[in-house]
């Protein structure tokens, strides 16, 4: 077990495996409309060809969202994202989350720049210009299915603009809309998510692994629903993590559909399952017992 822990450092670069039939992020997904103007750049045709980027700031928030529920799970508490001092519209809302499980942003470490602080601050950083371990990249997606590389962090997905209308419910009217609202959508996202550890600790993947087997459970809670439009089903988020055993080739064959997996792939998820994610979970739990303590 000790030589799985040490070897936590071999894995700088993970990818989590996501898969939602509808994500609606608000006005910030960003596509490439303007790279081939001979191409099908309507988008509002569904046959179109736009590729984009999904950012990370969602992505990152959905993730540390549940890192949270799974630090509480254990009995400890997470540092809230939002400093004490800042100027909250709802003071209230902020003083019943550190009720919640919660503690003041940075208030687990004496200095930001020396102490590791808790477990999630150790994650994110933040305060006091510290940055924090683990970097979140954005998600390119694209249409064409063979111009997706799963080993940079990709994904196929089918750009959108819809048009959502609210209509007048008077039977004279009818159903003359009232108010239009247009909205960006990526359906039928299938891909993986890259997270780079500028420091790896053993934790860190216990932390990982427990979180999004925790997200893909509550995938329909409406608070850990990805980005928008949850009511609408948007955002459930099918997840988790792709076996960091694999090599690239073993990478780009989880999203052949041709393909099963291979003996070798069989026996590394074997010893991931055995060996190194029990061994991980183990050190997360140890440290959040040394930070309550």
Known sequence: ????????????????????????????????????????????????????????????????????????????????????????????????DLDAGYHEKGACVDDPNADGGCVIFDLFGG?????????RRPIKFNPVRTAVDYTRGQAEGHYRRLTRHVASRNADDNRESLRSVELDAVANLDGCWQLSFRETKPEFLGLLCESLEYLDAHNTDFIHQLGGARNF?????DTHLINPLYEDHELKRVFNRSRGTTKAMDEKDEQWASEYRPAFVDALETRIEEETA
């Open 127 to 135: 305060f006091g210009g510290v940055p924090g371990k683990v970097m």
């Open 233 to 237: 089903g948007a955002g459930i988020v």
């Open 1 to 96: 077990m000790s030589e799985n822990i040490e070897s936590a450092a071999a894995f700088q670069d993970v990818y989590v495996r996501i898969r939602t039939d509808l994500l609606v992020i608000g006005d910030s997904i960003l596509t490439d409309r303007h790279h081939a103007s001979n191409g099908n750049y309507e988008d509002d045709d569904p046959q179109n060809q736009i590729g984009g980027i999904i950012p990370a700031f969602p992505l990152s928030g959905w993730l540390r969202h549940g890192m949270e529920a799974v630090v509480q799970q254990y009995g400890g508490t997470a540092c809230h994202p939002g400093e004490s001092n800042a100027n909250f519209k709802k003071r209230d809302v902020y003083d019943r």
